[in-house]
C-alpha cells in the first residue's frame, strides 16, 4: 500500500508543478502578446509657435496665464502632443485631433 501512495503522491506533486508552468506560460504569452506590437504614450501639452521657434510648456493649473506669456513674447498660442513610441515596432502618425467639449 505505501508504493501506491508514493506513487500517487509524486502524480499529484507532478500534475500540481505541471499546472503552475501552464499558468505562469500563459501568462507570458498575454504579457508579451500585449507588449509587441507598437504602443503609443501621448501627452497634452500648450504651446507657442514663434519667428524663432517652438515654446512647450505642460498643461497644468496655470497654462492660460502661460498662453498669455507666450503671447507677449509674440508666440502663436497653441496645443502640441507630445507621443512617444514603448512598444517594439515602429509607427507612423499620419495625424492627430482634437476634441473639445464645445464642439
Same mark, same amino acid.
Given at each position: 500500500? !505505501? &508504493?501506491?501512495?508514493?506513487?500517487? !503522491? #509524486? #502524480?499529484?506533486?507532478?500534475g500540481?508543478?505541471?499546472?503552475?508552468? =501552464?499558468?505562469? /506560460?500563459l501568462s507570458?504569452? *498575454? =504579457? !508579451? %502578446?500585449?507588449?509587441?506590437?507598437? @504602443?503609443?504614450? +501621448?501627452?497634452?501639452? *500648450?504651446? &507657442?509657435?514663434?519667428? !524663432?521657434?517652438?515654446?512647450t510648456?505642460?498643461?497644468?493649473?496655470?497654462?492660460?496665464?502661460?498662453?498669455? @506669456?507666450? #503671447?507677449?513674447?509674440?508666440?502663436?498660442?497653441?496645443?502640441?502632443?507630445?507621443?512617444?513610441?514603448?512598444? @517594439?515596432? &515602429? +509607427?507612423d *502618425?499620419?495625424?492627430?485631433? #482634437?476634441? %473639445? /467639449?464645445?464642439?
Open positions: 500500500m !505505501t &508504493g501506491s501512495s508514493t506513487v500517487s !503522491t #509524486a #502524480a499529484l506533486v507532478l500540481v508543478v505541471g499546472s503552475l508552468l =501552464a499558468v505562469a /506560460s507570458w504569452q *498575454i =504579457a !508579451t %502578446f500585449k507588449m509587441s506590437g507598437s @504602443r503609443i504614450k +501621448v501627452k497634452l501639452k *500648450i504651446a &507657442g509657435i514663434g519667428p !524663432t521657434g517652438i515654446l510648456g505642460p498643461v497644468d493649473s496655470n497654462w492660460c496665464e502661460n498662453l498669455q @506669456r507666450y #503671447a507677449v513674447l509674440g508666440y502663436t498660442p497653441c496645443l502640441a502632443i507630445e507621443a512617444r513610441n514603448v512598444g @517594439r515596432l &515602429g +509607427v *502618425i499620419i495625424r492627430c485631433k #482634437a476634441l %473639445f /467639449s464645445n464642439g
